[in-house]
């Protein structure tokens, strides 16, 4: 951050207000040390020239001002005022110090509002006056303090007043400062806040979490350098610490909204970019010619030009992260090499304001609206969606358990579970006369996709003749062969005949239990592999009380926490149980695919 000095030679006493001096203008500066710099005496015409107020780099280390003035006939005692100086220095009158400024050797030269020394009085009866300002600037510090504003020294000449006014004139503008920079802190944890308690009602909007924290942040370097300039120089180094840390922070988060907002998989990139952190901290110790954040401004810059190409939200939001990751690398090349794009302040209200705290500001604002959007419009989505499937839910339980049974000598109980709103599980009981006709079955794959096979497939048995079961399995081959993308069904198809004689066919389905024992039966291809697939027949005889259970591989294949299967053995000793008891078990167990049980007994 480029700095200003002025200096300013005025009268103290209320009618010697227009005697003054303006120190302004041409300086002798000397880039090295020396003792005789400060004596009147010395010759410095073979050093180079500086105009105060300056904005260009200045040297590290010690190095020295010069200037020589004609001293102001006054009878009232003379003051010097230094104006908007960040560095530590000593001030020389004639050869004689009058002043050392806390920090002078440290790497922690204090933050302070021009000053006012009182000069000896026999600087009066010199008639040339040598002022002399031995300067000190570490080598190893990290220049973040403001510029409070625009000459401070400049400004008093132009309108002459004394040197108390001077620091009047400061406290105005600092705390024209301070109200700026609290009011973008406040708006920025208000917006913090409330991106929280969304991300909490929101847990899978990673982008709300990041965005924050970068508004946590950029408010607190924001207060930081509010209340910089009056820390000790004891504590200084930590404050200093304190803002890079919230500085990279910013860069880091910003980079870390960009990746969930965008769905980038940044692979090593990440590592790169939380490296910012402890290189932060470094500064101090390690002469970087530039600040670690130039990293993630970086990537951002070059994912969102990535960006630009998709849609309308992504576009945006690819344009205001890149924005923000242009102004932040800006600031960063002027303070590490000082080499900039464009100015890194703007002065308002005589008040010079970073634009990397504006326009971070303004870009979260903006940020916060579109993805918010975004995220009220995927609600709206989501709800519409939801409601959807709720209906498709609904139909396809009436269509999977609609028919009306007449009562028999057997008992038929059925429990589906989908594993989502809609699922690939199916099972029709069908009249036929006495006879009653069960097909259990399982479309391969979940979801929507799978539920709408299976209306397709519970269609078919509609205009299917109630047959042999073989004959079932068979006609529904030819329903659905073809219409599968790749996949396939798999059935169980029984025929109840009265007297308890029972016909079974099976499609490459589960085989049913009877009494708590698995029936040994003979497999065939499922459905929709081959269109003139055959299948094959048992008969079995079923006494009074005995029972047969149909169920899906749902429930064999239900998993815990542990990653362990309910399994054949746990399914063949509750297979006796009612359906709902079965389903209940492998629910519990740990459901993650569509369950389906369907119990026969004779009675």
């Not at 000459?151 to 008093?156: I, L, V, W």
Request: glycine share 10%; net charge neutral.
């Amino acid at each position: 951050m480029v700095l200003r000095l002025v200096v300013v030679l005025f009268l103290t006493g209320g009618a010697a207000f227009a005697q003054y001096v303006d120190l302004s203008g041409e300086w002798r500066i000397g880039k090295d040390d020396n003792p005789r710099y400060a004596q009147a005496d010395f010759d410095d015409s073979a050093w180079g020239t500086v105009r105060l107020p300056w904005e260009v780099e200045r040297p590290l280390g010690v190095y020295w001002l010069r200037k020589t003035v004609a001293t102001p006939a006054s009878r009232d005692p003379l003051t010097l005022a230094i104006g908007s100086v960040n560095e530590s220095y000593e001030v020389y009158v004639n050869g004689a110090r009058i002043a050392t400024t806390p920090g002078f050797g440290t790497n922690n030269p204090p933050y302070f509002e021009p000053r006012v020394f009182p000069l000896a009085s026999g600087a009066q009866a010199t008639a040339k006056m040598a002022v002399a300002l031995r300067i000190w600037r570490p080598k190893k510090m990290v220049w973040i303090l403001p510029k409070l504003g625009k000459d401070f020294g400049s400004y008093a000449v132009a309108a002459p007043q004394a040197a108390l006014s001077l620091q009047q004139e400061a406290r105005l503008r600092k705390s024209r400062y301070f109200s700026w920079n609290l009011s973008i802190a406040l708006f920025l944890f208000f917006a913090a806040f409330y991106l929280m308690w969304t991300f909490h009602k929101a847990r899978e909007w990673r982008e709300l979490f990041w965005l924050a924290v970068f508004c946590i942040g950029l408010g607190g370097s924001s207060v930081n350098l509010t209340f910089l300039g009056d820390v000790p120089s004891a504590t200084l180094t930590f404050v200093t610490t304190l803002y890079n840390l919230e500085v990279a922070l910013n860069s880091i988060s910003i980079a870390e909204f960009l990746i969930a907002a965008l769905r980038i998989r940044p692979g090593y990139w990440r590592w790169l970019i939380w490296l910012t952190l402890p290189l932060s901290v470094a500064r101090f110790w390690l002469p970087l010619p530039m600040g670690p954040g130039i990293i993630p401004a970086a990537l951002c810059f070059f994912w969102g030009i990535r960006a630009l190409r998709g849609e309308r939200e992504m576009r945006a939001t690819a344009f205001l992260a890149g924005t923000y990751s242009v102004v932040r690398a800006n600031a960063i090349l002027e303070n590490g090499i000082g080499i900039g794009l464009f100015p890194t302040g703007i002065d308002i209200w005589q008040i010079r304001i970073p634009i990397s705290t504006v326009s971070g500001a303004v870009i979260a604002a903006l940020l916060m609206f579109v993805t918010l959007g975004r995220l009220i419009r995927d609600k709206g989505e989501r709800h519409r969606l939801a409601g959807e499937l709720q209906a498709a839910r609904e139909v396809q339980q009436l269509m999977l358990s609609g028919a009306v049974i007449r009562p028999s000598e057997y008992e038929v109980d059925a429990v589906y579970y989908p594993a989502q709103e809609v699922g690939g599980d199916f099972y029709r009981i069908v009249e036929d006369g006495d006879a009653r006709v069960v097909v259990v079955g399982d479309v391969s794959g979940k979801g929507l996709k799978a539920a709408m096979h299976v209306s397709e497939i519970v269609g078919g048995l509609r205009i299917v003749p109630a047959l042999t079961p073989a004959a079932v399995l068979a006609a529904l081959n030819r329903v659905v062969v073809g219409h599968l993308d790749g996949g396939f069904v798999t059935c169980c198809c029984a025929r109840l005949e009265p007297g308890g004689a029972v016909l079974l066919a099976n499609a490459g389905h589960l085989n049913p239990y009877r009494n708590g024992r698995e029936v040994e039966m003979e497999g065939g291809l499922p459905l929709g592999v081959l269109p003139d697939a055959r299948y094959q027949e048992m008969t079995l005889q079923m006494a009074a009380g005995e029972k047969l259970t149909f169920l899906s591989d749902g429930v064999v294949e239900a998993a815990n926490a542990k990653g362990e299967l309910f399994g054949f053995d746990r399914t063949r000793e509750i297979s006796a149980n009612s359906a709902a008891e079965i389903a209940d078990a492998a629910k519990a167990w740990g459901q993650n695919d569509d369950i389906t049980v369907v119990t026969v007994r004779r009675v």
